[in-house]
């Protein structure tokens, strides 16, 4: 076969300039990530091994050896795993197969400013840590032959844009990756300082890392799995660098979680929360990152039902000594054991994170974790019953008392006299909230709501309906009944259109406005805006009907709403004076319409006739110019 010539993907491209060119302050690390991949390929190995035994039979022990030619000046990262052929090398190797791209492609940025130092520790968040060889080498060759089949194959760049895949002969099963280093990275071919590299970064690694070959080769690694190890025995330092490790992450992780449960069934864990958000939290998939093995045999990193879906940012190892052996993945899905393991997670995860969530002397902490993970974990409250209760206690909300994150306790805690429920309300983000005129009339009273922008709490909230006896309750509903609520100050008396006037008025505006709107009424909720658009008690939240209308979930006709009037407002008494009368209706038809706009505006909504509403606006200013 004739050697082909391939182009990178755009986003590698620029990748890899990034990479070749920035300033690096730990270069060091391209070889714990060579060394990472070079082991994943000996435990997937491994895995198919039990039931295609035939495919490990010519070389069963699996290990990672470092190989230097001083005089070539070339490192080589060299394993026995499961290879690859030429179609695995041009997905993995000559694209960013995983989603996310453009927002790592984003997250370097920095580094064309000279930012690199910071931008590209990025690199492995997002799965492209081979990548990482172009900073020591200016020209990287991989040879590699997949298990189980019998051509080989070579894949070859300076990174600048273009790679070559050609066939090769006589390679032995596995993957040899060959660095051809810089000039002036020439520690790179010393044992010593190899040597301390995976000592630093990958003792952990349970599979041999040799130098050299044959019967002269050193063992640089301890090759003992660390969550096998007990707690007293390892350092910070080692912990961080599994973690590293097994989550592709470069980040320091926020909470590490090892233990072991015993009794009728046996599991060891080692499991991190990490300390800033995956590319990939939002997938819809919904997938973990956690790997399953027995007995220290790695099984899978996709077991379905071993951790639940709202608890997906949990990096680490789950190792059972229950679990059969030969286990497959399709078996795993109904295997009861793997259902207790997981509720033992479950349980052991939440009490770690209320421990955290309880901790007042490190509120700050707690609050970085909720940022960055709480929108998944509220996931939980619907789909988890069993831990509705552990979860509630874990929920932090941003509120109208303030910057600070708020707990369901803390909020019923401080409710005022007369108010029985927790009141909120929804929306794309906090700034656009703390306008919404739905607000006023418990912002002066003192009446805390809580602010949610996560479209996960349109789901959540009619699923748990209560906190401690208290119902949550939307402030874009009718009926806040806000009368009964106690404010902080005595309120002061305000002139209001007369009562035959406004009775008047609100005739008026639902004649006019009758198929536009289910109901005009008075406001109690209203303060300083003349009108507002509330949903009926039994409809649907104004917010989640818009999700859904985005989203093309709505079958029908959006739900009317219920215009309310403030009595208070300059704009509402002057109309209020000229409602009665004869030809009342016709002088305040274009009024009528302009203040459902205005409050269609106010609530993000778009107009339904966008040429009406300025045709009529400029009639009303032409009036009142006149």
Same mark, same amino acid.
């Given at each position: 076969m004739?050697?082909e ?11 890899l300039?990034?990479?070749a060119h920035s300033?690096?302050? $730990?270069?060091?690390?391209?070889l714990r990530e060579?060394?990472?991949?070079a082991?994943?390929a000996?435990d997937r190995?491994r895995?198919a091994a ?12 699996? &290990? ?7 005089d070539a000046?070339?490192l080589?990262v060299?394993?026995?795993?499961i290879?690859m /052929?030429?179609?695995d090398?041009?997905e993995n190797?000559?694209t *960013?197969?995983?989603s996310?791209t ?14 690199g130092? %910071?931008?590209? /520790?990025?690199?492995g ?8 060889a172009f900073?020591?080498a200016? %020209? ?6 997949k298990a189980g089949e019998a ?8 990174g600048?844009?273009?790679?070559t #895949?050609? $066939?090769a002969?006589?390679?032995s099963?596995g993957t040899? #990756? ?8 020439d ?6 300082r ?10 952990? *690694?349970?599979i041999p890392i040799?130098f050299?070959e044959g019967?002269?080769?050193?063992a640089? /690694?301890s ?13 910070a330092?080692q912990y ?18 090892h233990?072991r ?13 990490p300390s800033?958000?995956p ?14 093995y027995v007995k220290?045999v ?9 951790i639940p879906?709202y608890l997906?940012?949990?990096r680490?190892v789950?190792d059972?000594?229950d679990?059969?052996?030969n286990i497959?993945?399709e078996m795993?899905?109904?295997?009861p054991?793997?259902?207790? *393991?997981?509720?033992?997670i479950t ?8 421990? %955290?969530?309880?901790?007042t ?5 707690y609050?970085?974790?909720?940022e /960055?993970?709480?929108?998944?974990l509220k996931?939980?409250l619907y789909?988890?019953?069993e831990h509705?209760?552990d979860?509630?206690?874990?929920l932090r909300?941003r509120?109208?008392?303030g910057e600070?994150l ?12 007369g108010?029985?429920?927790?009141y909120?309300?929804s929306?794309?983000?906090i ?5 919404s005129p ?6 002066? &009273?003192?009446v805390e ?7 996960v709490?349109?789901?959540w909230?009619p ?10 309750k939307?402030? +874009?509903r ?6 009964k #609520?106690?404010? $902080?100050e ?5 002139? %209001?259109?007369?009562?035959g ?18 109901d005009?009424?008075?406001?109690e909720?209203? +303060?300083?805006s003349?009108?507002c658009?509330v949903?009926d008690d039994?409809d649907?939240d ?5 999700l ?6 709505l079958n ?11 009595p208070s407002?300059?704009? *509402?008494?002057?109309?209020? $004076?000229?409602a009665t009368?004869?030809?009342a ?6 009024a009528?319409?302009?203040l459902?706009?205005?409050?269609? #505006?106010v609530?993000?909504?778009s ?8 045709r009529r606006?400029?009639?009303?200013m ?5």
């Amino acid at each position: 076969m004739t050697e082909e010539r391939l182009s990178f993907q755009a986003e590698v491209s620029r990748l890899l300039d990034i990479v070749a060119h920035s300033l690096y302050s $730990e270069k060091e690390v391209f070889l714990r990530e060579l060394v990472s991949n070079a082991s994943d390929a000996c435990d997937r190995l491994r895995y198919a091994a039990l039931t295609q035994p035939e495919l490990s039979a010519e070389d069963p022990n699996l &290990k990672v050896r470092l190989l230097v030619d001083k005089d070539a000046r070339t490192l080589t990262v060299a394993d026995n795993g499961i290879g690859m /052929n030429r179609e695995d090398l041009v997905e993995n190797l000559g694209t *960013i197969a995983r989603s996310g791209t453009a927002a790592f492609m984003k997250s370097l940025e920095g580094a064309e400013k000279g930012d690199g130092k %910071k931008d590209v /520790n990025l690199i492995g968040q997002f799965g492209v840590g081979f990548y990482s060889a172009f900073m020591a080498a200016d %020209k990287v060759t991989v040879l590699t032959r997949k298990a189980g089949e019998a051509t080989g194959w070579r894949w070859e760049s300076d990174g600048k844009g273009e790679f070559t #895949i050609s $066939e090769a002969d006589g390679l032995s099963r596995g993957t040899r #990756i060959v660095l051809h280093l810089r000039e002036g990275d020439d520690e790179y071919l010393d044992e010593t300082r190899l040597g301390g590299i995976v000592r630093k970064y990958s003792d952990h *690694i349970a599979i041999p890392i040799l130098f050299g070959e044959g019967d002269e080769a050193k063992a640089l /690694n301890s090759a003992s799995a660390l969550w096998t190890r007990s707690k007293s025995e390892i350092t910070a330092d080692q912990y961080k660098e599994f973690y590293h490790h097994v989550g592709h992450a470069f980040d320091e992780p926020w909470l590490t979680l090892h233990w072991r449960a015993e009794g009728a069934l046996e599991y060891t864990n080692l499991l991190f929360v990490p300390s800033t958000k995956p590319f990939d939290l939002f997938d819809p998939k919904r997938a973990h990152r956690v790997k399953l093995y027995v007995k220290r045999v790695f099984i899978t990193d996709a077991a379905e039902g071993l951790i639940p879906p709202y608890l997906r940012f949990l990096r680490g190892v789950v190792d059972s000594e229950d679990l059969p052996l030969n286990i497959s993945r399709e078996m795993l899905q109904h295997n009861p054991m793997l259902a207790k *393991i997981k509720a033992g997670i479950t349980r052991r995860v939440l009490s770690e994170l209320g421990k %955290k969530a309880r901790d007042t002397e490190n509120t700050a902490e707690y609050d970085s974790f909720w940022e /960055n993970f709480g929108a998944v974990l509220k996931e939980g409250l619907y789909e988890d019953y069993e831990h509705r209760d552990d979860i509630l206690k874990l929920l932090r909300f941003r509120t109208t008392a303030g910057e600070d994150l708020v707990s369901l306790e803390q909020y019923v805690g401080r409710m005022k006299e007369g108010q029985d429920a927790i009141y909120t309300i929804s929306g794309d983000d906090i700034d656009t909230l703390l306008r919404s005129p739905q607000l006023e009339g418990f912002r002066a &009273k003192g009446v805390e709501v809580l602010l949610l922008t996560d479209p996960v709490d349109e789901f959540w909230m009619p699923s748990v309906g209560v906190y401690d006896g208290k119902p949550f309750k939307s402030v +874009t509903r009718g009926g806040a009944d806000l009368g009964k #609520i106690k404010g $902080e100050e005595a309120e002061k008396p305000e002139e %209001k259109a007369a009562d035959g006037e406004l009775t008047d008025l609100l005739a008026l505006l639902k004649l006019t406005l009758s198929d536009a709107v289910k109901d005009v009424r008075k406001s109690e909720r209203l +303060t300083d805006s003349a009108v507002c658009l509330v949903a009926d008690d039994n409809d649907m939240d104004m917010h989640l009907e818009r999700l859904l209308k985005q989203h093309k979930q709505l079958n029908g006709e959006v739900g009317k709403r219920i215009l309310e009037i403030n009595p208070s407002h300059a704009l *509402i008494k002057r109309l209020a $004076e000229r409602a009665t009368g004869a030809g009342a209706t016709d002088a305040l038809e274009d009024a009528a319409w302009l203040l459902l706009d205005q409050a269609r #505006i106010v609530e993000g909504e778009s107009l339904p006739d966008p040429a009406a509403f300025a045709r009529r606006l400029a009639s009303a200013m032409e009036k009142g110019l006149a």
